[in-house]
């Protein structure tokens, strides 16, 4: 009987310990779930940025910039807006395309029409399709317009006409090639690098720390900046250019993706969008905008593109993709009835992210195809059911 009591206080001390721990643990989950909460949306605290006359230039994400001040400003001081979007990249710098607002409420009107109505027999494609949508020409930059605006170009063509002329010093450095740290095996190798290293030092900085290297790279520096604002100044006046007038206010949406930085493509100069970026903030609203899906989806009908595929050249029994064009197979696209099924890449993208971050600004919401929330509906169900009618005060001409 003593036996079975002590064990039935075993059993009721093990409920009591497992009791509480579940307790414990459900409190714990609880705590832990409130904290996650409070640090799932540190955004929330954030203001947005109200970019206005006095103060227009501005950078900052597209979900945290309020135009509605702006709008209110151009429309009583007669000034137009002018959206634009920008593509970065490796080989091309820079792609940017202009969207005024008629050429954005006419591709509105073919995403209703394609994604939300879903009924390609409604009416003839040439009485649905808007004047105003046309193919964007891009604005490109590319790095080697840098390398000769900063005399990056010009300073590396004299230093090797001046290395010419320096016959120890090419010996140096072909000593330095020879002798690597990176192939030495054992520690005699090192001692010998380390050896030709001291021995060659003195020729290399008297070459490349002389006052004339000096004087040269002081320049470059100089140059550079001077060309980063005039490649700005350019991309924005081509972008008020597209709007027909010197006095719109451009508000520039770019893409987040990168901007080619430690890539691994030799043979392109890795400068990146950072300076750009830096330029326009102080002359544009600049806003930054997600990426997502912008270059596999059609401006014209909103559908998927696919990458055309071409014969290797010397391989004909190899096909590869063709990655620097967009193509569309839905035949009744605008775009594929006018025989421009085929864009370019990177203009097809800046196309789309200008359209993502103008539909947000303009309206409140992203157009599906480049929501990330709504990804996934979208490519199940192929088609949305609430059109995208936009708001009556962003349809007015400003």
């Not at 010397?314 to 009835?337: E, F, Q, T, W």
Request: net charge positive.
């Amino acid at each position: 009987m003593a036996i079975n009591a002590e064990n039935r206080n075993n059993l009721q001390l093990k409920d009591a310990r497992m009791t509480l721990y579940s307790l414990k643990a459900s409190l714990k989950k609880q705590q832990h779930k409130g904290k996650g909460k409070e640090k799932a949306n540190p955004e929330s605290d954030i203001p947005p940025t109200v970019p206005t006359f006095q103060a227009f230039g501005c950078e900052d994400s597209t979900e945290n910039i309020d135009i509605s001040q702006l709008k209110k400003e151009a429309r009583a001081k007669n000034r137009k807006l002018v959206f634009s979007g920008t593509d970065y990249g490796v080989c091309t710098m820079s792609a940017t395309v202009p969207l005024t607002l008629d050429q954005y409420h006419a591709h509105v009107q073919l995403y209703n029409r394609f994604q939300v109505l879903g009924d390609r027999e409604l009416q003839p494609m040439d009485t649905v399709v808007d004047p105003a949508f046309q193919v964007p020409t891009p604005h490109r930059i590319t790095a080697k317009q840098l390398d000769v605006l900063s005399l990056a170009h010009k300073n590396a063509r004299l230093r090797e006409r001046r290395k010419a002329k320096h016959p120890q010093l090419l010996d140096a450095e072909r000593q330095l090639k020879e002798r690597s740290f990176k192939l030495a095996a054992t520690s005699a190798e090192v001692e010998q690098c380390q050896k030709i290293a001291r021995e060659t030092r003195d020729i290399l900085r008297g070459f490349y720390h002389s006052p004339r290297a000096h004087r040269d790279a002081w320049s470059q520096e100089l140059a550079t900046k001077r060309a980063y604002r005039q490649v700005a100044a350019k991309e924005r006046a081509a972008i008020r250019h597209a709007s027909g007038s010197r006095r719109s206010l451009v508000i520039m949406m770019i893409g987040t993706q990168g901007t080619g930085v430690g890539s691994r493509i030799k043979g392109h100069a890795r400068r990146g969008g950072k300076k750009l970026r830096k330029e326009h903030s102080q002359h544009a609203v600049v806003g930054m905008t997600n990426e997502f899906r912008s270059s596999q989806t059609c401006m014209g009908c909103f559908g998927l593109v696919i990458r055309p595929k071409r014969k290797a050249v010397g391989a004909s029994s190899k096909i590869r993709s063709v990655h620097g064009s967009s193509l569309c197979m839905n035949i009744d696209c605008p775009l594929y009835r006018t025989g421009r099924a085929t864009q370019n890449r990177d203009t097809q993208a800046a196309t789309c992210i200008a359209l993502a971050g103008a539909s947000f600004l303009l309206d409140g919401m992203t157009l599906h195809p480049f929501s990330k929330n709504s990804a996934m509906n979208h490519m199940l169900k192929k088609i949305i059911t609430t059109p995208h009618t936009g708001n009556t005060e962003s349809r007015l001409r400003i």
